[in-house]
């Protein structure tokens, strides 16, 4: 069984630019959602995704944008890149109508 | 909306003790899931332990148990004969169950760092 996977494992942008990041998912399993972890922060809740479409979303604004393709595998895209974005953003799977999230180890993104 | 506190920065406890950390949270639903995540310096976020709102048993998982107060809304996690291994950031984490308002969705604490002393 292959565990949630994320790359790059770091990024560093410069403000105003746009970046994606990549999750595949734990085998097996069909939902994916995105979590952004301020430095010594819980994680927030950005938005999830199923069968290739957004299932619920938290507050974040537009310009934070995702993608599910038909292997389940999602990209989290984020444009006009803020300094406050500078975050480790984790990806999560999960089989549909299940509470287990299966976590991957994350890309830590820098906004200079 | 659901919220999440733990009221402790820090935790610091020698190997082979038992520490306690504290998690309370806020609901209007009756339906739910509590959770503790462990998150070491690795970055990656391991499940510790989880708690069903309807079965009124406390967890428990190993060396790890939780003390679930629902009308409290109180979760703490409580782990035994500490480990230096245990070392890591911890959140207490919140999901709606089944036809709520955040199921699948985590609402997580700020988070305890937990040090293990040899």
């Known amino acids: 069984e292959t565990g949630v996977t994320q790359s790059p494992t770091h990024l560093i942008k410069t403000r105003g630019q746009q970046v994606t990041l990549r999750c595949s998912s734990q085998?097996?399993?069909?939902?994916v959602s995105w979590y952004q972890q301020a430095l010594g922060q819980g994680p927030q809740f950005i938005f999830q995704?199923?069968?290739?479409?957004?299932?619920g979303r938290g507050n974040f604004p537009p310009r934070f944008s995702g993608l599910q393709f038909p292997n389940y595998s999602s990209e989290l895209n984020v444009n006009a890149l803020e300094l406050d974005d500078s975050a480790l953003y984790l990806c999560?799977?999960?089989?549909?109508?299940?509470?287990?999230?299966?976590f991957g180890p994350g890309t830590r993104l820098t906004v200079t | 909306a659901q919220t999440v506190t733990q009221s402790q920065p820090e935790m610091s406890v020698q190997e082979a003790e038992t520490v306690t950390l504290s998690c309370t949270y806020d609901t209007s639903e009756s339906n739910y899931y509590l959770f503790w995540y462990k998150q070491p310096p690795s970055r990656q976020m391991i499940l510790v332990i989880r708690q069903e709102a309807y079965k009124q048993q406390n967890a428990t998982e190993n060396r790890f148990s939780v003390n679930f107060q629902k009308a409290a809304k109180s979760f703490s996690l409580k782990i035994s004969d500490s480990q230096l291994g245990d070392t890591a950031m911890y959140f207490c984490a919140f999901m709606s169950g089944a036809g709520g308002t955040s199921y699948g969705k985590l609402t997580f604490g700020q988070g305890t760092i937990l040090t293990v002393h040899p």
């Open positions: 085998s097996g399993h069909n939902t």
């Open positions: 999560a799977s999960s089989l549909r109508d299940t509470y287990e999230q299966y």
């Open positions: 995704y199923y069968r290739e479409e957004e299932n």
